[in-house]
């Protein structure tokens, strides 16, 4: 039963991540309006000029500067106005059907994919479908046909501790030991 709570605790963690987003409402990051800033500033060019403090020329560029920074944040606020004007129910649509794209998505996959009758299975028993005894008996058959091999008898002796086969542990060292001059004589060894 707990695991049932906490996987559907985290299907709701991950709808409520994604709608929240979807439902948000936008914001402007201004914290005051760049068109009464640059109406300031061509007004300040204006009786800078008038002032005799700028020269004919100067004045005339900065205009321009400033009329097309004007225009620009005029076209800026239009497009921002527009965007926050489209109603929320087609932002809210989307928002439903990520949620149930999400939610039975996951299900339908695991559904198909996933199995929740069959128990769970120990790492050995998938190994390529192969039991132990049956990769034991392959490494003994080797052994039987290359009774010199003395890295095939390292590897097996301790195979036989760990299975608490101590005898065929104890007497595989024994083989490793007899076999060890002939395996590092031919290179094999240290």
């Known amino acids: ?19 929240w987003p979807l439902t ?14 640059y109406r300031d500033q061509l007004e300040e060019v204006r009786r800078d000029q008038a002032a005799g403090r700028i020269g004919d020329s100067e004045a005339e560029a ?45 299900a339908g996959t695991y559904l198909s994919l996933g199995s929740p009758t069959l128990p769970g299975q120990p790492l050995a028993s998938r190994d390529q ?15 039987a046909r290359n009774p010199n091999d003395g890295r095939g008898w390292e590897v097996i ?9 101590v005898e065929d542990a104890i007497k595989e060292r024994r083989d490793v030991r007899a076999a060890g001059w002939a395996w590092r004589s031919a290179g094999g060894g240290e």
Not at 82 to 101: D, I
Not at 129 to 143: K, N, P
């Open 157 to 165: 002796a301790p195979v036989y501790l760990r299975l608490g086969r």
């Open 129 to 143: 479908g192969q039991s132990i005894d049956a990769m034991i008996a392959q490494v003994e058959g080797h052994l």
């Open 62 to 106: 900065a205009e321009v500067e400033v009329s097309r920074r004007l225009l620009a944040a005029a076209d800026a606020e239009a497009a921002l106005q527009a965007s926050t004007a489209t109603p929320g129910s087609r932002r809210r649509a989307v928002a439903l059907a990520a949620l149930v794209v999400v939610s039975f998505g996951s």
């Open 1 to 19: 039963m707990m695991l049932w709570f906490a996987l559907a605790l985290m299907t709701g963690a991950a709808m409520a991540a994604i709608a």
């Open 24 to 37: 948000r409402q936008a914001r402007s990051l201004r914290s005051g309006s760049d068109l009464a800033v």
